[in-house]
């Protein structure tokens, strides 16, 4: 450990070398330019928390980001999918990229994964190809040192390039420790904001909500029971639908697409706002309105 101590006078210099290092990533671009304008810029390095209640599009809108960002230079993604296979978040994708790609025939999740006969997985894969180069997809480890492990080994492997790390999702990870629901998250939080200070990296969790505000507008509150997540995260982003009534939420959840608005309820470096989005949710795919 480096025990030097430095006054801020000392540091300037530092200071200096650090914001004209083309290195540092200042913010990582999500894809979607009304998010990333809100966002000025994009996503800073830090920990970002993502929540949602369940089936409401948190994994997807997360993998569109994903996939975004492994589409651009000297960025790569690694995606800890501790719910759904490698096959499956490779499937949703495929889907995605055969609805909004004019020059494709539209496929559905199960279109691809029954080996239809009728799907041009050729054409398709060479569309993905760009975003798989950059893309790892980790679906066999879920304890937290494990975790840390494999981001510390990435991230020398990588070092010349910016990092992202998208953890789906959080309440799946295990820490070895016998406190309650509460303690463990809190403990793995921590771990995560610490790694991603440490490493100066993006790391992106996905987090559920606590069941007393799923009938409600999301909001800081809506993370409360979930450990310390709305004090450690440096950004806070919610999903929700647009008509959240207790009354219309189950006629939203079955429209097509569905109506969803992204919240970002606390930001450590910037404003809060939303952007409003259309979620197809038989091709995976969300769409700024």
């Not at 070092?159 to 406190?179: A, F, K, P, S, T």
């Not at 007393?212 to 310390?228: A, L």
């Amino acid at each position: 450990m480096n025990t030097e101590l430095k006054n801020t006078t000392d540091t300037l210099q530092d200071y200096l070398s650090y914001i004209q290092d083309d290195t540092q990533v200042k913010k990582i671009r999500t894809g979607f330019s009304k998010l990333d304008n809100l966002l000025n810029g994009g996503l800073p390095n830090g920990l970002i928390t993502l929540g949602a209640i369940p089936s409401l599009g948190k994994t997807t809108f997360a993998l569109q980001v994903a996939d975004n960002m492994a589409s651009m230079e000297n960025t790569k993604v690694l995606l800890f999918s501790l719910e759904m296979s490698r096959f499956d978040i490779i499937s949703k994708s495929l889907s995605r990229l055969s609805y909004v790609n004019d020059n494709l025939n539209n496929y559905t999740f199960d279109d691809l994964l029954s080996n239809n006969k009728m799907v041009d997985y050729e054409a398709l894969l060479s569309q993905y190809e760009p975003i798989a180069n950059n893309l790892y997809t980790i679906d066999y480890i879920y304890d937290i040192r494990d975790i840390e492990a494999f981001i510390r080994q990435f991230k020398d492997l990588h070092e010349n390039d910016n990092i992202v790390v998208i953890i789906d999702y959080l309440q799946y990870i295990l820490c070895g420790n016998n406190g309650n629901d509460k303690q463990v998250i809190d403990i793995i939080t921590k771990r995560l904001k610490e790694l991603a200070k440490e490493l100066n990296i993006c790391i992106i969790e996905i987090s559920s909500l606590n069941r007393t505000n799923y009938s409600g507008s999301i909001s800081m509150e809506s993370f409360k029971e979930s450990g310390s997540i709305e004090y450690t995260s440096d950004i806070l982003i919610g999903l929700e639908y647009v008509n959240n009534g207790a009354n219309e939420r189950e006629y939203e959840a079955k429209r097509n697409p569905r109506k969803i608005t992204l919240s970002v309820i606390k930001n450590r470096y910037g404003a809060l706002g939303k952007v409003n989005f259309d979620f197809y949710t038989t091709y995976h795919t969300f769409i700024e309105k």
